[in-house]
């Protein structure tokens, strides 16, 4: 079935639903009149837009007989004009189209939790863990996006054994869920004398926050302690029991915070963040029980796949997802990242339309 026959089809249910909202019986059916309008709202764009293609389709089928049928040479001329303009509309349209029909990820509107960790590479892993941190602050500011640190273990150097961070506005997650993986980077260490390239990696994770309605967190499941905190920090490190460590008993996992110095707000992200990754866990055991044959994943997040390299000599940055290199390291670097991530997000569109058709 193509776009077009699927927009057809969902005219028919659209206006059948637009009959039954004025039936007094379904009216009075609270929960049944919230579930027609919502698929209503949610099928109202896409039969604007089907509409417009139809007016569109009817006017080009026109011209083509005006510029057939008429004797007059400037008519026809005319004609031939309008038709080359009327195919680029249609064609346009119909692009729109298929990206309406793309199902919607429920996740892509909300806040996103950027969790960032150096692989291999020892110190200068860590560097380059700290360079993708600021690289995202950078792209999110200029996104208009609030950037909240939500937990971080510095290296003696400057760089990060791990940093977390909660990047939050409109579509944070929708455009932030394709950085998930393992970055390389190529280049000479600050440390380095001799001058040779060292190859380091730092992974990234991008989870959608998570409210306390949509992940259940029984306090008889957590075991919660709290500690003085360590490493860089300030003055009141190892002075006040400031830390939380929260352990989820039935999957295991463990979120230690110390930024703040606040128990309470050390409490409040580590939550936050347990609440992301315990979904997460949910989410993927389900996924993977259910594409357990399947062997492309379309926007997995995978964090063990290596997506991209950033060579530092060749002021180059690949995604290897998509074949996209940019020869202007230096803007990535500062946040110039919208040519990645919408390109990106194009490609899985495509894939999730072939799967769709």
Known sequence: ??????CARIKEEFDKINVELTDPAVIANREAYQQKIKIFSAHKPIIEKYTEYLNTAKALEESRQLACSGEDEEIKELAAQEITELEKKLSAIHKEIEILLIPKDPNDTKNAIVEIRAGTGGDEAGLFAGDLYRMYVKWAEKRKLKVELLDSSPTELGGFKE?????????????MKFESGTNRVQRVPATETSGRIHTSAATVAVLPEQEELDVELRPEDLKIEVQRASGAGGQHVNKTESAVRIVHMPTGIEVYCQDGRSQIKNKEKAMTILRARVKNRIESEEKEKLDSTRKAQIGSGDRSEKIRTYNYPQNRVTDHRIGLTSYNLDAV????????????????N???LEQEM
Not at 1 to 6: L, P, Q, T, W
Not at 163 to 175: E, K
Not at 333 to 348: A, H, R
């Open 1 to 6: 079935m193509n776009a077009i026959e699927k």
């Open 163 to 175: 940093i977390i961070m909660m990047v939050s506005g409109p579509n944070a997650y929708g455009m």
């Open 333 to 348: 670097m500062q946040g110039d990242l919208d040519e990645f991530v919408e390109k990106l997000i194009e490609d899985n």
């Open 350 to 352: 495509k894939k999730l």
